[in-house]
């Protein structure tokens, strides 16, 4: 399923896995003018780089099919679906130092955008979750191997983030650990400042979810992408079962 808002890869099923990646995508509808340069849209104020090729591996290669992936369809410039609606990033008028003229909206304006993507993409995405209660719902990120403003690099190769409920992050951590990686438990930044989907459709709702947060060059291309999704297919099986056998 396709739309405007949304990707829908394969059929989200009860017990099973949904993935969702607020920012898998860099599209900019026809029709809308950010008004900055067309090299600004391959960098990570656009999209979230590699999650994409994670996230349709794993539901491609899922042997069952009980891996579902919900992917976002347009640009976290164009309306960024993990924030919440009084946030000033929700439609950004300026990002890493980079204006976004096209974002400058009066009130009528903004209320269309709103509707036709935020509110699309999570009223349609609770209603998956709701007709197809996921045993784990993987929210899935990815972030720079440094920041722009410091040369020291993140030793990171993924983070675990969450906010109040860190079920599936407890059992996720040492999992990740065995599998002989560097892993930031809330780094490199916390869920607790920043984790709005989740909040709205598993924290609230006691859906038990895992925040992870790949770093970019691990999954840069597609042998990265592939080593990152077997691995994170396990890693969720492993995780759900724990969590229901709890």
Request: aromatic share 4%; charged share 20%; hydrophobic share 45%.
């Amino acid at each position: 399923m396709i739309t405007e808002a949304y990707r829908l890869l394969g059929t989200p099923r009860a017990g099973g896995i949904l993935i969702v990646a607020d920012h898998a995508s860099n599209r900019v509808p026809e029709g809308v003018d950010l008004g900055i340069a067309a090299e600004l849209l391959n960098r990570h104020i656009a999209i979230d780089i590699g999650v994409a090729g994670v996230a349709e591996r794993m539901a491609a290669d899922s042997a069952n099919g009980d891996i579902a992936a919900w992917l976002a369809n347009v640009s976290r410039l164009v309306c960024d679906f993990n924030r919440d609606l009084d946030a000033p990033g929700l439609l950004p008028e300026v990002s890493d130092g980079h204006e976004i003229p096209g974002n400058v909206l009066c009130a009528e304006g903004r209320t269309a955008r709103l509707a036709q993507y935020f509110h699309a993409y999570h009223d349609d995405l609770e209603a998956h979750l709701v007709a197809a209660e996921p045993a784990l719902i993987l929210s899935l990120h990815s972030f720079t191997p440094a920041l722009a403003t410091c040369d020291k690099p993140r030793p990171w190769h993924v983070g675990v983030l969450y906010n109040e409920d860190d079920r599936a992050a407890r059992i996720a951590i040492p999992l990740l650990e065995a599998e002989g990686l560097v892993v930031g438990d809330q780094l490199p930044y916390s869920g607790k400042v920043l984790n709005a989907t989740m909040n709205r459709h598993a924290e609230a709702h006691g859906r038990p979810y895992l925040g992870i947060e790949i770093r970019q060059d691990q999954i840069a291309d597609a042998d990265g992408q592939a080593l990152w999704a077997e691995r994170m297919a396990r890693i969720c099986h492993q995780v759900a079962a724990a969590l229901q056998g709890a």
